[in-house]
């Protein structure tokens, strides 16, 4: 059992630290939702007065927050908990963020004495709340092989991509490919649905044959091809179309910064910048599938 500060409770960080204390730890929670609290409170967490109660003598310190701006805000501002954090202690963010911000966290935590990894993940909410994510790590190996276990309870697969920083370059590669399967298949199954076909059947179809991919199999993006994804619950819960595109501009700074050629994350970059300014920002990413509907003349 180990002691664990779990800030941030959304759609994935809520799930991920219910987990933790299914698996019988002790874990301390904060988060600016009353009601994000008070649900993990149900399940058998510790509520925390502030971020800086939440890391009090605790083993682990976890945070899972939407952006770089909240990550810097709650460790390393005027009001972060920078200097809270026990220097025996491990810290694991596993927000999506710039590798830049990672590093800098890396650093900044350094010279205080306390320990950090960057550990993103991938596996969606129902990842999330079936503990199967896959967390993606850059940092020592040593605290990364210390975090496996507490991991473990939260997750199926952890890999270690690198060093500080790494995690987070891995994790926007997948988002990016991730981003552009989903267009692709939507986009496949819209042209099979105007032509008369039953979506279902050919997603059935090319799951049997070259086009198959884990869109298709694991979160079809048309309604009612498989139950249990936001697809089939009105594209509600899941990951929002806003953080795809969060996500998608990290990876397009970081092929600028690299000087990597990205000609299909640019072209998916602008599908679901468009597809969030049609008012979809707060729908699951697989809503994409809504912007390639057929526009038949009047």
């Known amino acids: 059992m180990a002691t664990i500060g779990f800030i941030g409770l959304g759609n994935m ?5 219910a987990n933790l204390v299914k ?9 600016l939702s009353d009601d994000a609290v008070a649900a993990l409170v149900a399940e058998g967490a510790e509520q925390a007065k502030s971020a800086a109660d939440a890391v009090a003598d605790v083993e682990f310190v976890i945070s899972m927050l939407p952006a770089s701006k909240h990550v810097r805000s709650l460790y390393l501002e005027e009001q972060g908990i920078k200097g809270a954090i026990p220097k025996s202690a491990l810290v694991i963010d596993s927000s999506t963020i710039d590798a830049a911000t990672a590093r800098e966290l890396a650093v900044e935590l350094n010279k205080v004495g306390v320990r950090f990894i960057d550990a993103p993940v991938s596996g969606g909410t129902a990842g999330a709340k079936s503990g199967t ?6 940092g020592d190996e040593a605290d990364i092989e210390e975090a496996r276990a507490v991991l473990g309870q939260m997750g199926k697969n952890v890999f270690r991509a690198g060093e500080h ?7 926007i590669c997948n988002n990016m490919l991730l981003a552009i399967l989903m267009a692709g298949t ?3 199954l819209q042209l099979g649905k105007a ?3 039953d979506p279902k059947v050919l997603s059935e179809i090319m799951l049997q044959s070259s086009g198959r991919n884990w869109t298709l199999e694991v979160y079809n993006p048309c309604p009612h091809v498989l139950e249990g994804v936001p697809s089939s619950n009105n594209y509600q819960g899941g990951f929002q179309v806003d953080l795809m595109k969060k996500d998608l501009g990290l990876a397009m700074d970081t092929a600028e910064q690299s000087g990597a050629v990205t000609a299909l994350g640019k072209l998916v970059q602008s599908l679901y910048s468009e597809h969030s300014s049609e008012g979809s920002g707060k729908k ?11 526009k038949r003349d009047a």
Do not use: R
Not at 13 to 17: C, D, E, S, Y
Not at 23 to 31: M, Q, R, S, Y
Not at 165 to 171: L, T, W
Not at 284 to 294: L, V
């Open 13 to 17: 960080g809520g799930p991920m630290a």
């Open 23 to 31: 698996a019988g730890n002790k874990v301390k929670v904060f988060d």
């Open 133 to 138: 994510l896959t967390f993606i790590c850059g």
């Open 165 to 171: 920083g790494a995690g987070q370059v891995a994790k």
């Open 186 to 188: 939507s986009e496949a």
């Open 195 to 197: 032509n008369g076909l």
């Open 284 to 294: 699951d990413f697989s809503s994409i599938f809504n912007h390639f509907e057929p």
